[in-house]
């Protein structure tokens, strides 16, 4: 389920955040903290990651990544689709991901605006050294129609 933050939203209208072009980065947040986001008043990474609301995985084979992202239009089902090439964590130790914190990159987690909140029928997932893919749906990472 992908969980959109309104000020995601107005940022959007407002031309503040272009998903084809912006430096777009994915954090992984763990399970040491239940998360439930607060669409409302978060607006920005360090809104979620401060150890209180939510904490990100940290360990062996984890950073923040880039997303590689392309936009279309899918006239089918009449939505705009935001898709990204998969990711891999090569030889990922670093805890158990609960949710996946999409954002526009900032200079700080402070000026970050965060996108959305994605989690899975696939989480949890506790790493274990082991290689950890993430595949996006096949309808893309996020759809607004």
Not at 14 to 37: E, F, K, M, V, W
Request: with cysteine.
């Amino acid at each position: 389920m992908t969980t959109l933050y309104n000020n995601f939203k107005k940022l959007l209208f407002d031309g503040a955040i272009d998903l084809g072009n912006d430096d777009i980065q994915l954090a992984l947040i763990d399970d040491s903290i239940s998360y439930t986001p607060d669409i409302d008043n978060e607006v920005y990474v360090s809104d979620v990651l401060d150890d209180v609301t939510a904490s990100e995985c940290s360990g062996a084979g984890y950073s923040r990544v880039s997303i590689s992202q392309t936009t279309s239009i899918d006239t089918v089902d009449d939505e705009a689709v935001l898709d990204a090439s998969d990711l891999t964590y090569t030889e990922a130790d670093f805890g158990t991901i609960q949710s996946l914190l999409l954002f526009k990159n900032g200079s700080t987690d402070s000026d970050s605006p965060v996108i959305a909140n994605i989690t899975s029928t696939d989480l949890p997932l506790t790493t274990n050294g082991g290689d950890v893919d993430l595949n996006w749906a096949t309808e893309g990472v996020l759809n607004i129609g």
